[in-house]
């Protein structure tokens, strides 16, 4: 794990899932997932988008020609378990595809308009992954 984001799970988990900076009234998640080919346990912060109970994640990785690795890792161990705030929820990742993707991929552009240059720097479609409660 980064130095980075090492530091962004050590602030989120000290203050009730709040980080500042440049994350500050950004709302993260903590994905806990397994390494597709390594199998280790993983942790990332992730920004989140509500949907109706859903927890709504974007594989955007800034834009690059590839997605980022928890996404791959989510495809193989689609079972995995979130932090929100100060709660730990068990929930089951799947990629959104057609109109919900689109709805779901626009909505989260229109609060960070960095997706949207991301969308563009790139040739893929970028994933939005749905992590439902189970």
Partial sequence: MSDYNAQIID???G???RVGDM???TPLVLLHHT???SGKHRVTPVAY???GGRYVVIASNGGAPTSPDWYHNL????NITIEVGTATIDVAASEATGEERERLFRT?????PQLSEHEQ????????IVLTPR
């Fill in 35 to 37: 390494g597709a080919k």
């Fill in 49 to 51: 988008l509500s949907d």
């Fill in 15 to 17: 203050n009730e899932g």
């Fill in 23 to 25: 994350w500050e009234g």
């Fill in 121 to 128: 720097k790139t040739e893929r479609l970028i994933p939005v």
């Fill in 11 to 13: 602030e989120f988990r």
């Fill in 75 to 78: 495809k193989a161990h689609p």
């Fill in 108 to 112: 989260q552009a229109e609060r960070f």
